[in-house]
């Protein structure tokens, strides 16, 4: 393993500052146009004291708020003619899909460029799980350039519905 995050702060602590960045962008319609404002509070994003990271999204009764990570690191590639692998054991919470309108939960990688002033999507961008409201359809996208394609896939065991 090159790097990789176990999660083992105590519950309700935040990520290491080392491995995450929290990306809170400009906020309302950041990035796809979302209508929750991205922040660094705890109650969006925390350990929980058992080796997991949780993610919140919640009304704070003027709008709603959620948490977008980012890897501190920028170096990211397979050693040469290895292969790369990316790797999260992902549960999502078991709600009736009427009540999950608008979320999109992911996980994705996205080009380090972004960081340098490449816009979007020539950074490349791979969606390695996304599922939209409630669907227990879970998608993969690779974006490069102006290309891209979506795919569904069946979870496999590690990502829980």
């Known amino acids: 393993m090159t790097w990789g995050d176990d999660f083992n702060g105590a519950n309700g602590t935040a990520p290491s500052p080392a491995n995450w960045l929290y990306d809170i962008g400009n906020n309302?319609?950041?990035?796809?146009?979302?209508?929750?404002?991205?922040?660094?509070?705890?109650?969006?994003?925390?350990?929980?004291?058992?080796?997991?990271?949780?993610?919140?999204?919640?009304?704070?009764?003027?709008?709603?708020?959620?948490?977008?990570?980012?890897?501190?690191?920028?170096?990211?590639?397979?050693?040469?003619?290895?292969?790369l692998r990316i790797e999260a054991s992902i549960m999502l919470p078991v709600v009736d899909p009427s009540r999950q309108k608008g979320i999109w939960p992911a996980f994705w990688a996205l080009g380090s460029s972004i960081r340098h002033g490449t816009s979007w999507p020539a950074t490349g961008e791979w969606d390695i799980f996304e599922t939209v409201n409630g669907q227990s359809t879970a998608y993969g996208t690779l974006h490069c350039g102006s290309q891209g394609g979506m795919f569904p896939f069946h979870p496999i065991a590690d990502i829980l519905f």
Request: proline share 5%; charged share 20%.
């Open 28 to 83: 309302n319609g950041y990035g796809n146009g979302e209508q929750e404002f991205y922040t660094s509070l705890p109650a969006n994003c925390y350990q929980d004291g058992r080796g997991n990271l949780q993610f919140n999204p919640f009304w704070d009764g003027v709008h709603w708020t959620s948490a977008r990570l980012e890897s501190t690191r920028d170096d990211f590639q397979a050693r040469p003619n290895g292969k």
